[in-house]
Structures are given as structure tokens and as C-alpha cells.
T-cell receptor, first 115, second 114 residues
Framework: DAGITQSPRHKVTETGTPVTLRCHQT?????MYWYRQDPGHGLRLIHY???????DKGEVSDGYSVSRSKTEDFLLTLESATSSQTSVYFC??????????????FGNGTRLTVT | KNQVEQSPQSLIILEGKNCTLQ??????????LRWYKQDTGRGPVSLTI?????NTKSNGRYTATLDADTKQSSLHITASQLSDSASYIC?????????????FGTGTQLKVEL
């Protein structure tokens, strides 16, 4: 497995509380991504990073923010969690940009439940 | 609308048998197509990547084919094993002026039984 660690693996939180998910890589890849996976939907991009302090929005970015202060760490924050953000969140890394010649390597996900 | 449709949604086969999973897409202009395997409780793992000029790509017992004219791809699994039980996801890359965009299918859930 590529060196990607997501933490926590499971979390239950209450509506309205802030939540931060962490992704840590040991591969020194430039690109990092946060996706969410929901039943009936393909994986959807939330935010991505193309370098330290360089981030951009994906297709479902509302209610989420990200930060990348070091190459190896990419944080996803739910500013005020809502039930619609109950999902499985995956971090991914790649050597080239999204859709380039190198594959995405995924972490094993964080299952988040918002009650 | 750019879409990726996979069929069947789910499939059960006996160990040792072959199977073929389908992916139809409307993504255009298209750059490449990928197949991923996702075990329960794990992240997806890349199986193959094909550009629009490639017709077939193999990775062990997995063979992916691509027909860019009909916008169809298939993933053929030979001599299935219990460990092949997983979700198989087709991903198509859309070329855009602002950077590539990946469109994920919802996957085919394969179960291999004794």
C-alpha cells in the first residue's frame, strides 16, 4: 500500500460541531485530494492541493475547508457539521495532476457520522 | 452531462469462472479511462489506465478493453478467486481548459463464491 494514513478511521459527531480529518503521506507526492463516497454516487472531489499552501475547490466543496502546511499533511475541516456530511471520506495522492498519467493512491477512509 | 454508467450493479459468480464488467461513458473530450478495485472498508486501488489510443491493457488476471468510438470499456476477470470479491470502479478523465476532471462510476459489486 502507498504510504497514506487517514485519521481518525471512524468518528461520530453532533450537528453544528467542527470536525477535522487528517491525511498523512510518506510518498512525497505533490498532489493530494479529498473525496467523499456515498451510496448511489461515484466518488466526488471536495478539495485538492497541488503544493504546500496551494489548494483549490472540487465539485462538492461547500461546507468544507482544507489546509496544507507541509507536503505530507492535508487536513479537511467541516466548519459546522451537518447530517448531509455523513459519509466516507477518502484522501488520495498522486505524482501528476488529476487525470494525468499516474494513478491515484487512496487511503483507507474515514467513516464520519453526524447525528 | 458527463456521465459514467457501469453494469451490472452487482454480480455473483463461482470461483474459477470468468466475468466481464461494463462501463459506458458520455465524457467528452476524453483523456484516459481507469479501472479501480475497492475492497470492503478499504480505499480504491488502481488496476489499469488506458489512454484513448489504447485498446487493451492487462494486469495479471484483469484485462481492460476500450472502444473510444462507442465510448465503452470492459473489465474481464479470468479464473476468478475469492479475493476478487470487491467493487470495481470505472473512472473517466475529462479534458477541460481549467484542468482535468475525473468522473467516477458507482461501481459493480462482484461476489465470488465457492
Amino acid at each position: 500500500d502507498a504510504g497514506i494514513t487517514q485519521s481518525p478511521r471512524h468518528k461520530v459527531t453532533e450537528t453544528g460541531t467542527p470536525v477535522t480529518l487528517r491525511c498523512h503521506q510518506t510518498e512525497n507526492h505533490r498532489y493530494m485530494y479529498w473525496y467523499r463516497q456515498d451510496p448511489g454516487h461515484g466518488l466526488r472531489l471536495i478539495h485538492y492541493s497541488y503544493g504546500v499552501k496551494d489548494t483549490d475547490k472540487g465539485e462538492v466543496s461547500d461546507g468544507y475547508s482544507v489546509s496544507r502546511s507541509k507536503t505530507e499533511d492535508f487536513l479537511l475541516t467541516l466548519e459546522s457539521a451537518t447530517s448531509s456530511q455523513t459519509s466516507v471520506y477518502f484522501c488520495a495522492i498522486s505524482e501528476s495532476g488529476q487525470g494525468g498519467g499516474s494513478p491515484l493512491h487512496f487511503g483507507n477512509g474515514t467513516r464520519l457520522t453526524v447525528t | 452531462k458527463n456521465q459514467v454508467e457501469q453494469s451490472p450493479q452487482s454480480l455473483i459468480i463461482l470461483e474459477g469462472k470468468n466475468c466481464t464488467l461494463q462501463c459506458n461513458y458520455t465524457v467528452s473530450p476524453f483523456s484516459n479511462l481507469r479501472w479501480y478495485k475497492q475492497d470492503t472498508g478499504r480505499g480504491p486501488v488502481s488496476l489499469t489506465i488506458m489512454t484513448f489510443s489504447e485498446n487493451t491493457k492487462s494486469n495479471g488476471r484483469y484485462t481492460a478493453t476500450l472502444d473510444a468510438d462507442t465510448k465503452q470499456s470492459s473489465l474481464h476477470i479470468t479464473a476468478s478467486q475469492l479475493s476478487d470479491s470487491a467493487s470495481y470502479i470505472c473512472v473517466v478523465t475529462l479534458l477541460t481548459g481549467g484542468g482535468n476532471k475525473l468522473t467516477f462510476g458507482t461501481g459493480t459489486q462482484l461476489k465470488v463464491e465457492l
